[in-house]
Nanobody, 122 residues
Framework: QVQLVESGGGLVQAGGSLRLSCAAS????????MGWFRQAPGKERAFVAA????????YYADSVKGRFTISRDNAKNTVYLQMDSLKHEDTAVYYCASSRTLASRGYDYDYWGQGTQVTVSS
């Protein structure tokens, strides 16, 4: 059974930083691309960042480029999202997901975590 478990969310002031983690089990983690998505209240789920199975390539939404960094540790079956210079509009539930390819569309992802809340106070 595939499980993706996010952690690291919380309340932070604007301009601050958080690092999200997503621990994977039940799949050959090193063969999957991984992505982060977010959903703010009343809005559709949106792509944030993705990384290839090797970590050699990454892809970011324009809204987070230069502020967020996605990385992975295949030895720990974990993908990370370092979020710096946080803004109030980054407030959302953040989800990690696995995919066969580096992608920004949600339907390209097979498995999803339950999400972790990030709240940025202005």
């Amino acid at each position: 059974q595939v499980q993706l478990v996010e952690s690291g969310g919380g309340l932070v002031q604007a301009g601050g930083s958080l690092r999200l983690s997503c621990a994977a089990s039940g799949l050959t983690f090193s063969t999957f691309a991984m992505g982060w998505f977010r959903q703010a209240p009343g809005k559709e789920r949106a792509f944030v960042a993705a990384i290839t199975w090797s970590g050699g390539s990454t892809y970011y939404a324009d809204s987070v480029k230069g502020r967020f960094t996605i990385s992975r540790d295949n030895a720990k079956n974990t993908v990370y999202l370092q979020m710096d210079s946080l803004k109030h509009e980054d407030t959302a539930v953040y989800y990690c997901a696995s995919s066969r390819t580096l992608a920004s569309r949600g339907y390209d992802y097979d498995y999803w975590g339950q999400g972790t809340q990030v709240t940025v106070s202005s």
